[in-house]
C-alpha cells in the first residue's frame, strides 16, 4: 500500500484503483493510496447490514474507560473523517464516486476504510495530538526546573575540574605579572582544565533556559516579570562571551606566549592582558544584570506568589544584594570583591534550589471528561 498526501484544491472523488478525499473547501488535503489484490485483506464483498462506521469511536482511551480531554491530532481527524466517508457506502451520496471511469466491488470501500480507520488509531495511540500532546507534557516550567539543577552540577564540576587541573580562575586576573601568571599555569595544566571551561560554557546556557522555565512559574507576579527573560538573554550572552575569550585565549596565544621569545613574547602577553581586561569589563555588565536585576525580580515573584517555599526567594534577595548590587562596587575595592563571593556562592545555590522546588511541585491535573452515552 503507497500512501501520498498532498494539498489541492478539487472536488472530493473516489475510485477503484485509488480514491481522493477532500477535507475543507479552500484547501483539500489529497489522499492517494494504492491499494494491493482484495485477496491479501480477506475481507468479504459485502457489508455487514447494519453495522455502523467503522471508526466511530477510533480515538485514544485509557483502560479505565474514560476518554480523555485531549483531541485527535489534524492527521488522526482527517483519517477518521477518511473512514467515516468512505465507509458509509458511496450510494449514500457521503463519497462522490467517479463511477463512470471505474466500477468495481464493494468491499473495496470496507477495505479503504478499514485501512483509514487504523492509520487513525496508530496516529491517535502514538501521541500525535493537536495540543502537542508529547511537547505539551514537557513543560516549560519543568525544563527551566531540570536546568537549574544541572546549572548548579556544570559549574561546580568545571570549577572542580579546572582547580584540579591546576589553574585557580577561568578568566585571568590583570596587572603585574597576574596574566603571565596565569598562562604558566593554563601551560602546565591537564586537559581537565579544558573540560572544566567548557562545563562552565555549559552551565552559562543552562542558566539562561532555567530563567526561561522560572519566568514561566513565577510570571503572575506582574507584567515586570517580562524583564527577567529579556535581561537574562543579553546577561548570559554577555557572560558566556567572557567566558569563551580565555578559552580561545588558552587554545591559541598560551602555546605561542610558550614558544615564542623576546619581543615576540612580551607582545603576546600584552595581547593576553587586553583580552583579559575585556573578558572582566563584559563579565562585569553580564553578572551586574542576572545578579543584580533578574534574580532580584526572581526573588520578589517567589515572595509574592508563594509558588515555591519562601526561603527560597530571601535566598535570592540575599543573591542579589551581595553578588549583584555589592557586586557593582567591586572594581572599586577589593574587600567588596571578596564579600561578592558569598552572593556568587548563593546565586548557584537559588538555581538549584528553585529548580528542586519546581519540580517538587505537585503538577496541576485536567479531571479527564466522562465518555457520552450512546
Not at 20 to 43: D, I, K, Q, Y
Not at 242 to 257: D, F, G, Q, T, W
Not at 262 to 276: E, L, V
Not at 292 to 320: C, D, E, M, N, S
Amino acid at each position: 500500500m503507497i500512501i501520498g498526501v498532498n494539498w489541492v484544491r478539487e472536488p472530493c472523488d473516489l475510485a477503484l484503483d485509488e480514491f481522493r478525499v477532500g477535507v475543507g473547501t479552500a484547501t483539500a488535503l489529497e489522499f492517494v493510496v494504492v491499494l494491493p489484490p482484495l485477496s491479501r485483506f480477506g475481507g468479504s464483498a459485502t457489508r455487514t447490514p447494519g453495522a455502523g462506521p467503522l471508526s466511530d469511536n477510533v480515538s485514544t482511551f485509557r483502560g479505565d474507560g474514560v476518554r480523555p480531554r485531549r483531541r485527535s491530532s489534524p492527521v488522526g481527524q482527517t483519517l477518521q473523517c477518511l473512514a467515516r466517508r468512505i465507509s458509509a457506502s458511496p450510494t449514500r451520496g457521503s463519497v462522490a464516486c467517479s463511477s463512470s471511469r471505474h466500477s468495481g466491488p464493494p468491499n473495496l470501500v470496507i477495505t479503504a476504510a478499514r485501512i483509514a480507520s487504523s492509520l487513525a488509531a496508530l496516529v491517535n495511540v502514538a501521541g500525535l495530538a493537536d495540543d502537542g500532546a508529547t511537547m505539551q507534557d514537557l513543560k516549560l516550567t519543568t525544563v527551566g526546573a531540570y536546568c537549574g539543577v544541572l546549572t548548579f552540577v556544570s559549574f561546580l564540576v568545571g570549577i572542580v575540574f579546572m582547580a584540579t587541573s591546576g589553574v585557580q580562575v577561568l578568566i585571568p586576573e590583570t596587572g603585574g605579572h597576574k596574566t603571565l601568571d596565569w598562562i604558566a599555569d593554563v601551560n602546565d595544566a591537564s586537559s581537565l582544565f579544558f573540560a572544566g571551561a567548557w562545563l562552565v560554557i555549559l552551565g552559562g546556557i543552562f542558566a539562561f533556559v532555567a530563567i526561561l522555565g522560572f519566568y514561566e512559574a513565577l510570571r503572575d507576579a506582574g507584567p515586570v516579570m517580562i524583564l527577567a527573560p529579556v535581561l537574562a538573554v543579553v546577561g548570559m550572552t554577555l557572560v558566556t562571551i567572557s567566558h569563551l575569550v580565555p578559552i580561545a585565549m588558552a587554545y591559541e596565544l598560551v602555546p605561542r606566549y610558550t614558544d615564542a621569545s623576546g619581543a615576540a613574547q612580551t607582545s603576546i602577553g600584552a595581547t593576553a592582558d587586553t583580552f583579559a581586561s575585556f573578558a572582566h569589563v563584559v563579565n562585569y555588565a553580564g553578572d551586574a544584570l542576572v545578579w543584580a536585576v533578574v534574580v532580584p525580580l526572581l526573588a520578589f515573584a517567589i515572595l509574592k506568589t508563594r509558588a515555591v517555599p519562601r526561603w527560597i526567594g530571601w535566598l535570592g534577595v540575599f543573591t542579589g544584594v551581595f553578588a549583584g548590587w555589592l557586586g557593582l562596587l567591586s572594581p572599586v575595592s577589593s574587600f567588596i570583591d571578596n564579600v561578592t563571593f558569598v552572593g556568587f556562592v548563593g546565586f548557584f545555590v537559588f538555581m538549584a534550589s528553585l529548580g528542586v522546588a519546581l519540580l517538587r511541585r505537585r503538577p496541576q491535573t485536567e479531571e479527564p471528561a466522562p465518555l457520552s452515552a450512546h
